[in-house]
């Protein structure tokens, strides 16, 4: 099972994440979507499996973002948005054998196994 954590480094979801799947014998690489993600590649296939919910509307990033960028977080602009403001990805993302998984959520655990 290829397994791919993609978030950010001093995330605490992230973090907690990792601890769990290496906790579950589990070997996930970690990809920090600021400094090592290819973006451009990933963000069609991310948002084409989660759409909107790609986005973090809780962080401090989207409070701080313009009602105009706001308007832009859904349809086409969506992408555009994410590669200027890689913060405003919910994590982390997670590529479980070309799967994609958006969350540390209990769907998400339960998933992975």
């Known amino acids: 099972m290829t397994l791919k954590l993609f978030g ?19 070997s996930p690489e970690f990809v920090d979507i600021r400094a090592d993600a290819d973006l451009k590649t990933l963000l069609p296939r991310w948002l084409a499996a989660a759409g909107d919910k790609l986005v973090n509307r809780s962080s401090t990033t989207w409070r701080g973002l313009s009602e105009e960028d706001k308007a832009r977080a859904s349809g086409s602009s969506l992408e555009g948005l994410l590669l200027g403001n890689p913060t405003l990805i919910k994590r982390p993302v997670i590529e479980l054998d070309g799967e994609v998984l958006v969350g540390w959520t209990p769907q998400t655990r339960a998933r992975i196994g």
């Open 8 to 26: 950010l480094k001093n995330c605490d979801t992230c973090k907690k994440a990792m601890s769990e799947l290496e906790g579950g014998g589990q």
